[in-house]
């Protein structure tokens, strides 16, 4: 790590501490050239590919504005849309993959977006799972009502409380 100071390609870490929720870690550096201290905050990369293979960072801003277009209309709140993608985010990085396919990071959305409001998850789903018919549609409202009688998911047009979220 070069000092911003002196430039000086040596650095010396004084200390280090979990940031964002452990997400990153911030290290307290000290040049042993010119004795000043900065802080460095160091992440782990999470690439997606897109369809046309180029590799972009990971952002939560582009999963709330693709879930964002499904819930208008909805009572959804953008601290919800907030929270689901972060939620998103922590199961990517829990999979351990640096790298992820634009098209997973769309299935990864469908799970937490149901829960959240299963009107929104049919008009995302509907895309992401590329649906061509009203027997798709039929399919998906009939799973989903299944797992309502079984007691896995919330009855259409319900959402679970902020704090079972």
């Known amino acids: 790590m070069y000092c911003p100071f002196c430039r000086n390609a040596d650095s010396r870490v004084v200390d280090s501490r979990l940031v964002d929720d452990g997400s990153a870690i911030r290290r307290r ?3 042993p050239d010119c004795g000043r201290r900065f ?3 160091e992440t782990t990369s999470l690439s997606v590919i897109k369809r046309s293979g180029v590799a972009e960072p990971f952002s939560r801003s582009k999963v709330i504005n693709g879930v964002r277009k499904a819930c208008q209309g909805r009572p959804v709140s953008e601290d919800d849309l907030a ?3 972060q939620e998103v985010e922590e199961n990517i990085r829990a999979s351990g993959v640096a790298e992820i396919d634009a098209h997973e990071v769309g299935l990864a959305i469908l799970q937490p ?3 959240l409001d299963q009107v929104a998850y049919l008009r995302f ?4 799972q590329a649906f061509e018919s009203l027997e798709d549609f039929e399919t ?4 989903l009502r299944e797992e309502a009688a079984r007691g896995t998911a919330l009855p259409a047009g319900a959402q679970r409380p902020l704090s079972a979220r």
Do not use: D, K, N, P
């Open 29 to 31: 550096r000290q040049c």
């Open 39 to 41: 802080s460095t905050v």
């Open 83 to 85: 929270m689901l993608a």
């Open 113 to 115: 977006l149901q829960r």
């Open 125 to 128: 789903a509907s895309v992401y």
């Open 140 to 143: 998906a409202i009939r799973q």
